[in-house]
């Protein structure tokens, strides 16, 4: 008789994975990470921009409706009282008051903040700039710390660190302080400015080559002879300012504190000896730079048009359009874009 044989059945080995495929799975998973990430932060930092272009744009309509409104374009920042004599020289009952993003709080919806704030009250506990030997104030400076250190969002880039509040107060360089200021990311141009002349407020000697805000001063839009669409109206500034040469203060930028450097955004001519250097995100100092104390572009001084974002700074212009300057725009150009009657002849395609 024949007996059938019987096959034990097979055993399966599961088998897993090797330490080198690991490896090799953990490096392909880090090469994709890598090759996304810039992507992903690139789209990120594209959407930041935007907002910030749309915040610009809200601020540059405000001012639009304001000038027609009033006439006139807010002054940058308007010193109260009695002033003789120039920086150096005692003055008399001189308030750092007020800036012309609080004057344009009603038109950017903040009707609320406007409403509360005390235009006959300082917004800065400060001297006029805070030179040695100057006047006490007149009024409070802790009268309107609630609304210059409120956050209004159209008012703030968000590519910026988050706009904080500061209450210091330095006193190295005279008495100067700020009382709970936010901090902002936008500012006036300027120009070529030169305030250490303490002038009478309301009838200043401007200077023909002027930008369009000057302290104390208003322009009109009719003003503006080199073109609405030729000419910087508003620019960024980063918050990443720096102790100048360790031993200054902080100035700024803040929104609602009436600091002479809170919201102005200087660019002098190229040839000018003691200036901003005459591009976006540059530092503050000679053209040598023997007076240049910064330790980079983006630790620049109050004064100087700077961004977070890579490359360049977005500025509103005349006519309320915003554009992106690249940081290696023509040093000239970028001046002749701040002048408001300096006819100069500008191709679109050098900006």
């Not at 009024?139 to 509040?165: H, I, K, M």
Request: glycine content about 8%.
């Amino acid at each position: 008789m024949i007996r059938s044989g019987h096959t034990r059945p097979r055993t399966r080995i599961a088998r897993g994975f090797t330490l080198i495929e690991l490896l090799v799975v953990i490096a392909i998973i880090g090469v994709l990470i890598a090759l996304l990430l810039p992507a992903v932060q690139a789209a990120r930092e594209a959407a930041r921009r935007a907002q910030c272009t749309n915040n610009m744009k809200q601020i540059g309509l405000a001012l639009h409706n304001y000038e027609s409104s009033n006439q006139a374009l807010p002054p940058p920042k308007i010193r109260s009282g009695s002033c003789t004599g120039t920086y150096s020289s005692n003055t008399t009952g001189t308030i750092l008051n007020t800036t012309a993003f609080s004057m344009i709080l009603g038109y950017v919806e903040q009707s609320q903040l406007f409403n509360a704030y005390n235009f006959q009250q300082t917004s800065s506990n400060s001297s006029w700039y805070g030179a040695p030997g100057q006047a006490a104030l007149a009024g409070s400076a802790f009268v309107n710390t609630t609304v210059v250190g409120s956050l209004v969002s159209s008012y703030a880039c968000p590519s910026d660190q988050e706009a904080r509040v500061e209450n210091y107060d330095v006193t190295n360089f005279g008495p100067y302080s700020m009382q709970e200021a936010r901090r902002s990311n936008y500012g006036t141009a300027t120009g070529q400015y030169t305030e250490y002349n303490c002038l009478t407020p309301g009838t200043p000697s401007l200077p023909t080559d002027r930008a369009m805000f000057y302290s104390d001063a208003s322009t009109g839009l009719r003003d503006v002879k080199d073109g609405l669409s030729n000419t910087v109206m508003i620019g960024e500034k980063s918050q990443n300012t720096i102790n100048w040469c360790a031993s200054f203060f902080y100035f700024g930028p803040y929104w609602g504190s009436g600091t002479h450097t809170s919201t102005h955004l200087v660019v002098w001519p190229p040839t000018s000896t003691l200036a901003p250097k005459s591009t976006p995100n540059a530092p503050w100092g000679n053209q040598d730079g023997t007076l240049s104390c910064e330790k980079n572009k983006r630790g620049s001084y109050a004064w100087v048009m700077s961004s977070e974002h890579p490359g360049g700074i977005n500025v509103c212009m005349g006519d309320g359009s915003v554009r992106f300057i690249k940081d290696t725009i023509n040093p000239y150009t970028w001046y002749s874009l701040q002048t408001i009657r300096g006819g100069e002849v500008l191709s679109a395609d050098t900006y």
